[in-house]
């Protein structure tokens, strides 16, 4: 009965290689987000969709591009990786409003080398 | 950078001690949440503390909020090993979604 779910757990690749990862909530949230922790442990948000419309999208690189088929799944596709894209990758979801909380995933660790 | 600040980067301690971890912000929030990451997972949300309250109390944690300073803090009485892990603050802003997190404070609790 995992809540958030991610995969793969780890991933690494070559550089210049197209690389996806999948995240599914069966927790009935509306909104899901996608977060990069870096090497020193900084997180930041990278997307956020809300009943599958886009709502955040930070500074990210186009190469980045997210996918929300539904409301319970929300992917990240990764064109044309570089060796700064390595990071920990995390999926997180929750219900709409200000004083809700997040739900994380388990996190897909990527190394592009 | 809008992301918040934590100290001590690092805090080891003995088990039955208590752990205070504090966060600093920029701008002014809405709420300001405290999560933990154990090794190699995901974050797990411990409370929540809203722009209007001033402490608030979960089990072992107290958490309190202090606006005119912008900061925050994060305390865990009677430390136990289990509470081995990094912590973060996080913010939310106005009515967005979006959670600005601190850089966090690895936590450890020596048996």
């Known amino acids: 009965d995992t809540a958030v779910s991610q995969t793969p757990k780890y991933l690494v690749t070559q550089m210049g290689n197209d690389k996806s990862i999948k995240c599914e909530q069966n927790?009935?949230?509306?909104?899901m987000y996608w977060y990069k922790q870096d090497s020193k442990k900084f997180l930041k948000i990278m997307f956020s969709?809300?009943?599958?419309?886009?709502?955040i999208n930070e500074t990210v690189p186009n190469r980045f591009s997210p996918k929300s088929p539904d409301k319970a799944h929300l992917n990240l596709h990764i064109n044309s990786l570089e060796l700064g894209d390595s990071a920990v990758y995390f999926c997180a979801s929750s219900r709409t409003g200000s004083y809700e909380t997040q739900y994380f995933g388990p996190g897909t660790r990527l190394l592009v080398l | 950078s809008q992301q918040g600040e934590e100290d001590p980067q690092a805090l080891s301690i003995q088990e039955g001690e208590n752990a205070t971890m504090n966060c600093s912000y920029k701008?002014?929030?809405?709420?300001l949440q405290w999560y933990r990451q154990n090794s190699g997972r995901g974050l797990v949300h411990l409370i929540l503390?809203?722009?209007?309250?001033r402490e608030k109390h979960s089990g072992r944690l107290r958490v309190t909020l202090d606006t005119s300073k912008k900061s925050s803090s994060l305390l865990i009485t009677a430390s136990r090993a289990a509470d081995t892990a990094s912590y973060f603050c996080?913010?939310?802003?106005?009515?967005?979604?979006?959670?600005?997190f601190g850089t966090g404070t690895l936590l450890a609790v020596q048996p």
């Open positions: 701008t002014s929030i809405n709420n």
């Open positions: 969709y809300n009943n599958k419309e886009l709502i």
């Open positions: 927790l009935g949230h509306d909104t």
């Open positions: 996080a913010t939310r802003q106005g009515a967005t979604n979006k959670l600005i």
């Open positions: 503390i809203r722009s209007n309250e």
